[in-house]
Nanobody
Framework: QVQLVESGGGLVQAGGSLRLSCAAS????????MGWFRQAPGKEREFVAA????????YYADSVKVRFTISRDNAKNMVYLQMNSLKAEDTADYYC???????????????WGQGTQVTVSS
């Protein structure tokens, strides 16, 4: 079992930056690939980024490629999402997720966090 707690959301102006953090519990953290999803008001939840258990591979949605960077610190059981050049359309609730299979491109969440809200003002 993995428990996930996100933090770092807030209000930021368009063009600004924000870093989201996800704290994970459990000794099996290093065996999970980790990812971020987001859900905007009235829209379905969508994939944002995923990272392999070792941190050596990452995969991004086209809409955030180049602007967002996912990383992890296995010593601290932490996952991060650095978001730069934010746009109004990035406004959403952001969710941390864990995939027990270790997949990146075919990331399929088994565990979810509660989410953190990001609002980008234009």
């Amino acid at each position: 079992q993995v428990q996930l707690v996100e933090s770092g959301g807030g209000l930021v102006q368009a063009g600004g930056s924000l870093r989201l953090s996800c704290a994970a519990s459990g000794r099996t953290f290093i065996t999970y690939s980790m990812g971020w999803f987001r859900q905007a008001p009235g829209k379905e939840r969508e994939f944002v980024a995923a990272i392999s258990p070792s941190g050596g591979r990452a995969y991004y949605a086209d809409s955030v490629k180049v602007r967002f960077t996912i990383s992890r610190d296995n010593a601290k059981n932490m996952v991060y999402l650095q978001m730069n050049s934010l746009k109004a359309e990035d406004t959403a609730d952001y969710y941390c997720a864990a995939d027990a299979t270790g997949a990146v491109v075919t990331f399929h969440p088994k565990y979810w966090g509660q989410g953190t809200q990001v609002t980008v003002s234009s």
